[in-house]
């Protein structure tokens, strides 16, 4: 009598299959990888929603522990918004702009730096005791320029000092870096984290600068999701910008995306932060996810 299969066993054995087949997959990636800068915009739904934080956590130290440098920037304008209104004081925006005054600027700092900074490290540190906190503040990392009087203390990236993320990395580190910057005096300024991203993935000529988002990617026609942007370059981002087909959040993003690739970025990624393991599914498979800008 011939003995039936073990459905149960059957069912293992090709889910088995399917993760070893995964990881070959993945293993020419992770020697392509290994040893590469890699910097990430950390920000909208993916920092806000506790699930995806985690496994954004996850996937930071995946890529740490397979020999990537990961180098994390995050802002935090709603949790800036939602701490001002807290002590009874209401958002002001000017084109867009946080008005940032002397006593915003405390706010922004307590926000990014006391609360946002410290949750994202702590989240990190669960998977491994790779992650330190830091702004621009410290060692001198990001100093900034005043952008406009009516903005107050809003300053635009005027240099990038990566002596810290260069030391950091070398002790085996993962950098997660608060956008607060400095003038030349000392004055702490509130500052685009989309362009601190580009700045510092510059400085560093990293490998890759990536993007979380809240949508899939770059869009040819912003209404039409079909129209969605597999794989561009700088000269097809900068259509975009001159035909005025990308949405106002957007701009800063693609803006930064073309200088880091003119400035020595090998590739740049728009990625939807809400789809679980989007950095994994665009480094280690074939197929990938968002848009991938090339510098050519």
Do not use: W
């Not at 800036?80 to 209401?90: A, P």
């Not at 990014?112 to 702004?135: C, D, F, I």
């Not at 939807?272 to 991938?292: C, K, N, S």
Request: hydrophobic share 45%.
């Amino acid at each position: 009598m011939t003995a039936t299969p073990d459905a149960g066993l059957a069912a293992r054995v090709r889910d088995a299959h399917d993760k070893a087949a995964i990881l070959a997959e993945a293993l020419p990636y992770i020697r392509e990888f290994s040893g590469r800068t890699v910097v990430v915009k950390y920000g909208g739904h993916a920092m806000e929603d506790p699930a995806l934080a985690d496994l954004f956590a996850q996937d930071v130290v995946l890529m740490h522990l397979v020999g990537m440098n990961p180098v994390v920037v995050h802002g935090g304008g709603p949790q800036i918004s939602d701490l001002m209104r807290r002590l009874g004081k209401e958002p002001r925006f000017v084109d867009g702009l946080r008005v940032t005054d002397a006593e915003t600027v405390d706010i922004v700092r307590m926000a990014l730096v006391g609360k946002v900074n410290r949750e994202v490290v702590a989240t990190v540190n669960r998977h491994g005791s790779y992650a330190v906190g830091l702004s621009g503040e410290d060692a001198g990392l990001i100093e900034v320029e005043p952008r406009d009087p009516r903005l107050g203390f809003v300053g635009d990236v005027s240099a990038i000092d990566p002596s810290i993320l260069e030391r950091l990395i070398r002790e085996d580190l993962i950098p997660v870096v608060a956008t607060v910057g400095v003038d030349a005096e000392g004055q702490a300024y509130n500052v685009n984290a989309d362009t601190v991203a580009g700045a510092i993935a510059r400085a560093l000529q990293a490998e890759k600068l990536v993007y979380l988002t809240d949508v899939a990617g770059i869009y040819e026609d912003f209404g039409d999701e079909d129209s969605l942007i597999s794989r561009t370059d700088v000269a097809g981002l900068e259509r975009l910008v001159a035909e005025s087909r990308v949405s106002e959040g957007m701009i800063p993003k693609i803006v930064s995306c073309i200088e880091a690739l003119r400035g020595g970025v090998n590739r740049a990624h728009i990625l939807d932060g809400r789809v679980p393991h989007a950095l994994l599914l665009e480094f280690f498979t074939r197929e990938g996810i968002g848009t991938m800008v090339e510098s050519r």
